[in-house]
């Protein structure tokens, strides 16, 4: 966790709201992935990002290899964005990627 | 949509014995990874492969062994299980890159739970 630093920790939102994750890294990430562990534990891709922003529904996120961070939007929340969402690096060695500590969201009615 | 399958999904093992868990991706991927996602550490690299035959160390290697024997498929062994490997274990596939992304897709995970 200290190399891909993950904030906030834990989130809770009311339906319909707006709020963003951000990743900070101390190491020289080349790409970034999105993903969400849902409730029931499986990890589903968000999104994979080369620098620049991708946006996908209600979701938009970034990434600045310069500033050496990466943001998760989320618009107008639903119930269903509820879970864990975990930022991961890859320093384009050797594919490897190096995950953070997630960040839990729940999202209230 | 990728395709990544592990089994089991849940394995009760007994200190000292020998787990093995597989892994196998419909993909035609190149490289294989194994995690595993403890609370406080999130997923951290155990083994990882770029082809049929190789097996790479990653980050946590200790008390753990990877076999590649096919394009397909991956197996975490653990020799002799310990109560500390009690964790979650995902598998994953990823390209190499040209006009493919590295994008890694994983599978449902492994509950292993070693008394």
């Known amino acids: 966790g200290d190399k891909v630093k993950q904030s906030p920790s834990a989130l809770s939102l009311q339906e319909g709201t707006n709020s963003a994750l951000r990743c900070n890294f101390s190491?020289?990430?080349?790409?970034v992935q999105w993903f969400l562990q849902n409730p029931r534990g499986s990890l589903i891709n968000l999104f994979y990002?080369?620098?620049g922003t991708k946006e996908n529904g209600r979701l938009k996120s970034t990434f600045n290899s310069k500033e050496s961070y990466s943001t998760l939007h989320i618009r107008d929340a639903q119930l269903e964005d509820s879970g864990t969402y975990f930022c991961a690096a890859d320093t384009g060695n050797t594919r490897k990627l190096i995950f953070g500590l997630g960040t839990t969201l729940q999202v209230q009615p | 949509e990728a395709a990544v399958t592990q089994s089991p999904r849940n394995k009760v093992a007994v200190t000292g014995g020998k787990v093995t868990l597989s892994c196998n991706q419909t993909?035609?991927?190149?490289?294989m990874y194994w995690y595993r996602q403890d609370t406080g550490h999130g997923l951290r690299l155990i083994h990882y492969?770029?082809?049929?035959?190789?097996?790479e160390k990653g980050d946590i290697p200790d008390g753990y062994k990877a076999s590649r024997p096919s394009q397909e498929n991956f197996s975490l062994i653990l020799e002799l299980a310990t109560p500390s490997q009690t964790s979650v274990y995902f598998c994953?596939?990823?390209?190499?890159?040209?006009?493919?992304?590295?994008?890694?897709?994983f599978g449902p995970g492994t509950r292993l739970t070693v008394l």
């Open positions: 993909n035609n991927h190149n490289n």
């Open positions: 994953a596939s990823g390209d190499v890159g040209g006009r493919s992304s590295y994008e890694q897709y």
């Open positions: 492969s770029y082809g049929a035959g190789s097996t």
């Open positions: 190491i020289a990430a080349t790409t």
């Open positions: 990002l080369v620098p």
